[in-house]
């Protein structure tokens, strides 16, 4: 594509159903041109301010949250762009990490509490906005800084303007975005993803003594904690289970007997390494239990002595609505 401004989005939807009319970027057309936004996170009062709007006659054309921001920008147009996403994002509540495309500008938004992460790179004479910092390293881009929580970046011709719009809230960050999402090669406000997970397992090997024969993991996530637990154990590291790499995760699959299915298609134990050994096995997070039962079942199956399960995050007790895909409390083991 020709052009000198461009914003793309790889999101899972958590709000409204997964058809191509909710793909973003969303793009919407108003009075004065048109707006694109890509948005990541997940808003508390979307349906409360789209109910609100629709009564006053807006038409809504896909069922995912965005579309309530992009609409809330376009009715307040006539302020300008700038006071426009100021007066929106002072109106939405929850999490997100924006990116919008308008007056051939490229802006970026971060929520005042900062829960989504979102970080500025300079590219060649060009700037780039991610989601992750690893992003940046995969173009060649140069990591600035990360995008302040309540702050808004506006980048043109003239270059970075920032702006911070909101600085009354605390900072308070998605833990699942350390524990899991992120991946390892990233920073998110200036800690090391791998580091931070690499030191859960320390700590795990401090708080759990166990007498046992091998330390593994559950691929990919869980690989940072369980060789931090093996440094700190002197306990061996070593392969316990073989990833399918062209399966996706199996915690977003839409229902139980695809995320059943999808553990056996994407986990395998590695007999050699397992049979008659006590097996330390260490994995990121506990979401609703359907990964870790199976591949327990799997390691005894291939021969393990012992399984001791280790967990490298506080346990999930509550619904995320901010962005995590676990709406029901019953849901979570």
Do not use: W
Request: charged share 25%; proline share 3%; with cysteine.
């Amino acid at each position: 594509l020709s052009g000198d401004v461009s914003i793309g989005h790889v999101r899972y939807s958590t709000t409204g159903e997964s058809y191509v009319a909710n793909a973003q970027p969303l793009v919407v057309n108003y009075k004065g041109g048109s707006i694109a936004l890509a948005h990541n996170g997940n808003l508390v009062n979307a349906g409360e301010i789209r109910n609100r709007l629709e009564d006053e006659g807006s038409i809504f054309q896909t069922s995912i949250d965005s579309e309530v921001i992009a609409n809330l920008i376009a009715r307040n147009y006539s302020k300008g762009f700038k006071q426009a996403i100021k007066d929106t994002v002072s109106e939405i509540r929850g999490a997100f990490a924006l990116t919008i495309i308008c007056e051939n500008k490229l802006i970026g938004v971060r929520d005042p509490n900062g829960l989504r992460p979102l970080c500025l790179g300079k590219l060649d004479t060009g700037f780039v906005l991610a989601s992750e910092s690893c992003a940046l390293d995969v173009v060649g881009a140069e990591f600035i800084r990360d995008i302040e929580k309540g702050e808004m970046v506006i980048i043109d011709d003239e270059g970075v303007e920032s702006i911070i719009y909101n600085d009354t809230m605390r900072k308070s960050h998605c833990i699942f975005e350390y524990v899991y999402f992120a991946r390892p090669d990233s920073k998110i406000d200036g800690e090391s993803v791998y580091i931070t997970r690499r030191d859960a397992g320390r700590i795990l090997a401090e708080e759990y003594k166990i007498d046992a024969d091998i330390v593994i993991a559950v691929p990919d996530s869980g690989i940072d904690a369980a060789i931090g637990y093996a440094e700190a154990s002197g306990i061996p590291y070593g392969v316990g289970l073989i990833k399918n790499k062209y399966i996706g995760r199996t915690f977003i699959q839409p229902d139980q007997k695809s995320r059943e299915l999808a553990v056996r298609l994407k986990l395998n134990p590695l007999k050699e390494n397992i049979k008659d050994k006590r097996v330390i096995m260490i994995d990121d997070s506990i979401v609703r239990g359907t990964t870790s039962k199976k591949i327990v079942e799997a390691l005894r199956n291939a021969g393990a002595k012992e399984v001791h399960v280790l967990v490298s995050s506080p346990p999930v007790v509550h619904s995320c609505y901010f962005g995590i895909d676990t709406p029901e409390r019953k849901e979570l083991v």
